[in-house]
């Protein structure tokens, strides 16, 4: 529980005024969207609405490659699927003939189902052995697109589906595909600024980091890939009224290509960006028409080109905010007097227990019989030599390794091993050896993150930005300013992380962390390359968050401040427990003097 609350009503406007910079682009390529076919002849009205249609399936494309990092390269597939369960509806092949504006959402829905089974792959696939999963689904329904003539006319093809007027003109039709861009551009921004997008570029760059968190991957990808699945089959039944007759040799390799260019020009975590790029390649056959015959060897180059000189696509080119220098003599000032308005306190509470816990890696053991016990309101300090075992301590309390031997439990109940997604469920929160952050984010952002699972809007609710994603966003993005605030780091929050220093980004783990309110914070040697001062002020957060209530455990090299703010410290030697105590016992332990703290 947080005192924290969302922010009142009354700061709407002011909230629609800092984010007009942000739609201003939108609403510019909208209004030239608009005023194009009364400046231009049919030819570009044409183009136009060919680009409409991309952006509809590139719009969800872009939040699987984009922005949880999948390489899907054949979702031409999902656009051949779609234009053909439309046009077979309306044809009425299988059934009755359906009105085209009931065959769009079935094409959805199924679109959606074969986008859950394309993106299955991705659970236990990554990088290239997942886009060749993806091709060869591709050229699995072009090969039954060919094979099944008595429903899709073999190679012959089929017609494509007319809708009705005003829509079946040449400027109707383009009025129609640019209102779905305009819904789709909606929904997948809505997705993109909620929690569902932040954690999907925390599974892309920091898996292990969202699974701390309670980010769940598998229930994250299944909700995008119906959504994306959904969208793409929808271009498709646009796609085919547009070619006004569809067969396999529509939907080519080029195609899958531009889509999946698109988005790496546009640039990773971005919807302008792949919008830009989208429209871009859309234009430039068109263009370079004498250069047609080139148009594979030309992507490769414009990939190339993308991958040397520009990695950060266009929207690195448009992010002029994060071009502006840092101050370079910065210092993190942390005030630990306001966790009090933002972290419960806690009386009493249960025990984290570990007994007899033993861990092998082949012929190493790891750690062998450990006993721990972490109290709440305590800090127990875990150190050791370099393999001693803490790290993998913390590891296995934290379910990324399941112990071969022994139990844990929280209170009276077990904490099973493995399953590293349900600790900040059961009020766990941690940080790393190296830091785990989002660099391509701001620090708010990966702050924020750390309270996904506060959040109670669903998929549907934050894609169509209804009441309660609002107070969500609110809620999070107040609980995270003021923890940016604990940790000093207020005057950061809207700056890219890959341009902090290293010290810093600790400070950002610890405020992300206390995002969950835990009731166990393990901290991984978050003293590791911060200055003499910024140990002591690290010393004075600890303690103060300490005093609300939380266990800490402690695993760090710095004995002075192991010594200085431990109540308990346990000592590791080759994964087993070389001594327990106080700091003031284990000061004087001949064991722990010889093999550990020298003399």
């Known amino acids: 529980m947080t005192t924290v609350t969302a922010a009142p009503a009354h700061h709407d406007s002011g909230t629609f005024r800092a984010a007009l910079p942000h739609i201003a682009p939108f609403l510019g390529i909208l209004v030239l969207a608009v005023i194009l076919p009364f400046v231009s002849n049919d030819y570009w009205v044409l183009i136009g609405t060919r680009a409409a249609i991309y952006w509809v399936l590139v719009s969800g494309l872009n939040l699987v490659v984009g922005f949880a990092g999948h390489l899907a390269i054949g979702y031409v597939a999902l656009l051949t699927l779609g234009a053909y369960t439309t046009s077979v509806l309306v044809a009425g092949n299988v059934m009755p003939p359906v009105p085209v504006f009931a065959a769009l959402p079935i094409a959805g829905a199924v679109g959606a189902v074969f986008g859950v089974i394309v993106g299955l792959p991705a659970l236990r696939l990554r990088t290239f052995y997942f886009a060749m999963s993806t091709l060869g689904f591709a050229t699995i329904v072009t090969q039954i697109a060919l094979a099944w003539q008595s429903v899709t006319g073999g190679g012959i093809g089929i017609v494509g589906p007319e809708f009705p007027a005003p829509f079946n003109t040449a400027w109707g039709f383009y009025f129609l595909c640019i209102c779905f861009g305009v819904v789709t551009t909606w929904m997948s921004a809505n997705i993109a600024r909620s929690r569902f997008g932040r954690a999907l570029i925390a599974v892309r760059d920091a898996e292990v980091a969202a699974e701390a968190t309670g980010i769940s991957k598998p229930k994250m990808l299944i909700a995008i890939f119906l959504f994306a699945g959904a969208l793409a089959a929808i271009a498709g039944g646009l796609f085919a009224t547009l070619q006004t007759y569809i067969t396999p040799d529509a939907f080519t390799f080029d195609l899958s290509v531009l889509f999946f260019i698109a988005i790496l020009i546009g640039g990773r975590g971005s919807i302008l960006g792949p919008m830009l790029g989208t429209i871009i390649l859309t234009i430039l056959p068109e263009i370079a028409a004498p250069l047609a015959a080139w148009s594979t060897f030309l992507y490769a180059v414009l990939l190339l080109l993308i991958v040397l000189v520009m990695p950060g696509g266009i929207a690195a080119l448009l992010d002029f905010r994060n071009r502006r220098p ?185 405020a992300r962390a206390l995002m969950l309110d835990p009731d166990f914070l393990l901290l991984d040697e978050p003293a590791a390359g911060l200055s003499n001062d910024e140990i002591e002020r690290l010393a004075v957060l600890i303690k103060a968050i300490c005093a609300r209530g939380t266990g800490v455990l402690l695993v760090e090299h710095h004995a002075d401040l192991i010594f200085d703010i431990c109540h308990q410290v346990t000592v590791l030697n080759l994964g087993r427990t070389l001594a327990a105590g106080t700091p003031a016992e284990i000061r004087v332990h001949k064991e722990v003097v010889s093999a550990y703290l020298g003399g």
């Open 326 to 510: 840092l101050a370079s003599n910065r210092a993190i000032v942390p005030r630990p007097a306001a966790l009090a308005d933002i972290v419960r306190k806690r009386t009493g509470g249960s025990h984290l227990k570990l007994r007899g816990i033993a861990l092998s890696f082949g012929n190493v053991r790891a750690i062998d019989g450990l006993d721990l016990d972490v109290a709440p309101g305590e800090i127990h300090g875990l150190i050791g030599p370099n393999g001693s075992g803490k790290t993998t301590t913390l590891n296995v309390i934290s379910g990324y390794y399941a112990a071969e031997a022994g139990s844990m439990t929280l209170g009276d109940d077990a904490l099973p091993p493995g399953e590293p997604t349900l600790r900040a469920h059961r009020g766990i929160a941690r940080t790393f050896q190296t830091p785990r952050v989002i660099g391509e984010a701001s620090v708010l952002q990966n702050v924020m993150i750390g309270g996904s699972i506060e959040g109670r809007a669903s998929f549907v609710e934050s894609m169509l930005a209804l009441p309660r994603n609002a107070w969500d966003e609110r809620m999070l993005a107040a609980k995270a300013r003021a923890l940016l605030g604990v940790v000093g780091l207020e005057s950061l929050a809207e700056v890219r992380t890959d341009r902090l220093q290293h010290s810093e980004l600790r400070f950002i783990e610890i």
